[in-house]
């Protein structure tokens, strides 16, 4: 299909993704004069903030709310009037000097584009956990942690998210068990003590999900200790699963370069494999994965831009 360039509708940067990342993109974009223009594929800026009950580690900001934060960013980039259309990106084409993105219903062109499409949550792939979903098995404690008031819940996972929610759920849940696959959690350490310190959490070590069960609503959660072969069988009316996230990636595969996890490989600037092309939060390589690092790499994405658009007029 041939695309007509149409400098009317041009935008000199399309940031694809409102998490943290896209958010501060825009936020700089805009105060730096670019005609800016945010896709949001969930019509629900923030991205996995606005699923976190408490974020503890952005500076200025302790314990704030991660939908209360959602709204705070969304607000202080509308005030600078950045652009924003509802849309997942299903595909990015590269032109001579512009690109086509496109959503399922329609397309824009830009003359970048800032990739920043956060990730999404990994599924523990046993038996009984897609049938029970919505059913009991759940991905967000803070969104459904508050069914199980004076029930008993398990939480699967050893990193930040893990701990969080079985700290979460042991406000109301009379038991929380917090399965981990190995004998040490990875998450922080004033998180670890928080969690130690609850007599309502047993951590169960060295132990798997075999399967989930439960006729109309989960019942029975079934676990295999891998050090000792020893098998156990868990009552509870609820599993909430934590083990990590995946870059939402897969529509930009032809695109741009990716290491074998799917993560678009780049530095701190942003620079992808393709000039024109910046990536920004969850979804590039890097050490750190926080709301802090994802805001401060839409800014450097931004001054990527800025440089790109200088030298290529
Ligand atoms: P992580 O990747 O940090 O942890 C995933 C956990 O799940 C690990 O303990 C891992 O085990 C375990 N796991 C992975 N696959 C399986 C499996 N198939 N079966 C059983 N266990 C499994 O992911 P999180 O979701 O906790 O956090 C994602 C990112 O978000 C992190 O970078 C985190 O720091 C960040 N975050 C930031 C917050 C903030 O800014 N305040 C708050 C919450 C999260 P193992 O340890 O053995 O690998």
């Keep these: 299909m041939e695309f007509r360039k149409d400098e009317n509708k041009m935008k000199d940067v399309i940031i694809v993704g409102s998490g943290p990342a896209g958010m501060g993109a825009a936020l700089y974009g805009r105060r730096a004069g670019l005609d800016t223009l945010i896709l949001d594929a969930t019509g629900m800026p923030g991205g996995q903030i606005t699923t976190t009950y ?62 920043a499409a956060g990730a999404s949550h990994n599924k523990l792939g046993v038996p009984g956990e897609e049938e029970l979903t919505g059913m009991g098995v759940s991905y967000c404690a803070t969104c459904d942690g508050a069914f199980y008031r004076g029930k008993t819940t398990v939480v699967v996972g050893g990193g930040d998210v893990a701990i969080e929610d079985a700290i979460f759920l042991a406000r109301f849940c009379e038991k929380v068990y917090l399965v981990h696959r190995r ?30 069960e439960g006729t109309e609503a989960v019942e029975q959660i079934h676990l295999l200790n891998k050090k000792s072969g020893e098998k156990r069988v868990l009552s509870a009316q609820g599993i909430f699963i934590a083990v ?10 032809n695109l741009v370069e990716m290491d074998e996890a799917g993560y678009i490989i780049a530095g701190e600037m942003g620079e992808t494999s393709v000039p024109g092309v910046y990536v920004a939060g969850d979804t590039r390589t890097k050490e750190l994965r926080q709301v802090i690092t994802a805001v401060a790499d839409g800014a450097n994405a931004i001054t990527s831009v800025q440089k790109y658009l200088l030298e290529n007029k």
């Design 54 to 115: 408490e974020v503890d580690n952005y500076l200025g900001l302790p314990g704030i709310n991660g939908f209360d934060m959602a709204m705070a960013f969304q607000e202080h980039v509308k005030k600078f009037g950045a652009q924003w259309e509802p849309g997942k990106v299903s595909e990015i084409e590269k032109q001579d000097n512009y690109f086509v993105v496109k959503t399922g219903e329609k397309e824009y062109q830009g003359k970048t584009v800032i990739l």
């Design 183 to 212: 004998d040490s959690l990875r998450g922080a350490k004033i998180l670890q003590d928080r969690l130690f310190e609850l007599p309502n959490v047993e951590v169960i070590w060295d132990s798997v999900v075999e399967r989930i």
């Design 244 to 253: 990590g996230i995946h870059p939402n990636t897969e529509n930009f595969q």
